[in-house]
Every structure is written in C-alpha cells, then in structure tokens.
C-alpha cells in the first residue's frame, strides 16, 4: 500500500510543484522569465552538441559525419541563442505576429482548391482571425507579449494545482482500496 502512495507523491510532486513556481515566475517577472527560458534552452542545446560531439571523437571506431554535424551544429545554434537571448525576448512578438499573418494567407490557399470539401466560410473566418491576431501583436507588442505571458503562466499554476489535487484524490482512494472501504 505505501509503496504506490510513494510511486506516485515521487512522480507527480516535483513536477506539479515546479508547474507552479515556472507558472508564477512567468506572471510576476515575465521578461526575465522569457530571458531564463531561452537561456536553459540554450544551455540544452549546447550540452546536446558537446554529447554529440563527444560520441564522434570518443565513440566507437565507427565515426558518422552526421553525429560531427549534429553537433557542431546544436552547440552552434545554443551558443548563439545564448548570446542573443535579450534580443530574441525583444523579436518574438514580432516573428510570432508575421507567422500568424502569413499562416492565414497560406489557409486562404485551401479555398482555391477544388477537391477540398471544407465549408468555406470557417476558412475564411479562421484565416480572418488569425490576421488580425497577427496584425495586433505587431502594433502592440509589449502588451501581447505580456497577455501570453501572463496566460501561460497562469495555465502552468493551474496545472501544477491540478495535480496536486489529483494526487491527493489518486491517494486517497488508493487508500481506500487497500483497506476495503467503499464510500
């Protein structure tokens, strides 16, 4: 009995609570959060780039010239992001408002298509959505850019609560189970 109520405090603890402080961390601070988040993804890739790189020089006998360019190419990218992660928290809004733009151009292809049977006006609506979406986030970066922050952090607290609440209702009807009462 206590061994599954441990299997699951040990799988589900740590990662609901760390959900809720990432979650906060993105509310209260948001473009250190954002700055901290491309800092980590970089230092990921840099560290998949020395692993790759290590494996040719240290590997089996057999050395690929794609694991050599895998890794040039992951430590190139993560020290690049390292070094222009102040200026890519400043672009994203930018590059996520052309990519919503150009993204509804590309769904207004669909409607020249003859063989495709999709009711036109959801296309036309999305497309129209996802236009003017794009359209504010270019004219009012700062202030989307703190709503999606400002969401993403609040969705990663609900989601840590979440499962922290399951894990106390997986605990107790674990317990239930194992001492035989029904409620």
Known sequence: MNEAIVRLHRAKIVPAVLSILFGAALVIARRSAMDAVIRIAAALLVIGGAGSLCLYFFGPIRRENTQLAVGVLLAGTGVLLWLLAG??????PGIAGVTLILNAFSNLGILSSPEEQTDKWVVLLISALMAVG????????????????????????????????????AKEALLRSFTGRQE
């Open 134 to 169: 794009g359209l504010m986030i270019l004219l009012h970066p700062q202030a989307i850019e703190n709503i999606l922050l400002i969401f993403i952090g609040l969705a990663f607290i609900v989601n840590g609560i979440l499962d922290l609440v399951l894990m106390h209702l």
């Open 87 to 92: 200026t890519l928290v400043d672009i994203f």
